[in-house]
């Protein structure tokens, strides 16, 4: 039985690869299944988006099929940039390093103790005959002054973690999804995994 992880966001497939490597499904990507739609996010929540693209890719692939949507909420930041963390500051893909700095400097003047945010994921797992579900998973933490660390993607190297004394970029990925939204949200669907697989 496949499960197709449906994303673009390569940082995202490695991440659930690694978190449902003993899941007893064969993981695959858009990429690997010749998929290239890319359906349009008009969600206003993370739910939203989340089930629009669990939706089109099961329809589109045929197959047991996880989307998420995630972003940062920076709560100084009044939530932003929230369901637009992928398009803060422009469409390009590769921008993730303008997308932090952009947060950086709208953060410029705010003391340490503001600077509270977390990481939000909903993944929505559906089936091509319309079935759906949806798990969440959050993490706290602080946008640092400077980026930090090379491992994950995205905002990681602007997301301190107190208790770590780390930013998520500066941890190894096991720890990334023992404490991230990811990690969270994907441990709490592996029973809703099982249970759709039964079904197909
Ligand atoms: P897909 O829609 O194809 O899955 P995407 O990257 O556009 O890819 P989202 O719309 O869910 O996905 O946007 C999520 C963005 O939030 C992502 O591009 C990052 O900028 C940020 N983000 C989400 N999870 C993150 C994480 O674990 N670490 C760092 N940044 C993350």
């Not at 008009?42 to 989340?50: I, L, Y």
């Not at 940062?72 to 963390?85: M, R, T």
């Not at 559906?126 to 993490?139: F, L």
């Amino acid at each position: 039985m496949k499960l197709l992880i449906a994303t673009h966001n390569p940082g995202k497939v490695r991440e659930y690869r690694e978190i449902f490597h003993d899941l007893p499904v064969k993981i695959v990507s858009l990429d690997e299944e010749g998929i290239t739609m890319e359906p349009e996010e008009t969600g206003k929540t993370f739910k939203d988006n989340a089930v629009l693209k669990a939706r089109a890719f099961a329809g589109a692939g045929g197959l047991l099929t996880l989307a998420d949507d995630s972003g940062l909420e920076i709560d100084a930041l009044g939530g932003e940039p929230g369901v637009y963390s992928a398009r803060y500051g422009g469409t390009g893909k590769d921008e993730h390093v303008r997308r932090y700095e952009i947060v950086l400097s709208k953060l410029k003047e705010v003391p340490w103790e503001k600077r509270t945010a977390r990481f939000r994921c909903v993944v929505a797992i559906a089936t091509p005959s319309g079935m759906i579900k949806t798990a969440d998973g959050i993490v706290e933490g602080m946008i640092s002054r400077d980026p930090k660390g090379s491992n994950g993607f995205g905002y990681d190297p602007i997301f301190f973690i107190p208790e770590l004394n780390q930013t998520m970029a500066e941890i190894s990925p096991e720890m990334k999804h023992k404490i991230s939204h990811r990690g969270n949200a994907a441990r709490t669907s592996i029973p809703i995994i099982k249970e759709m697989r039964c079904k197909m």
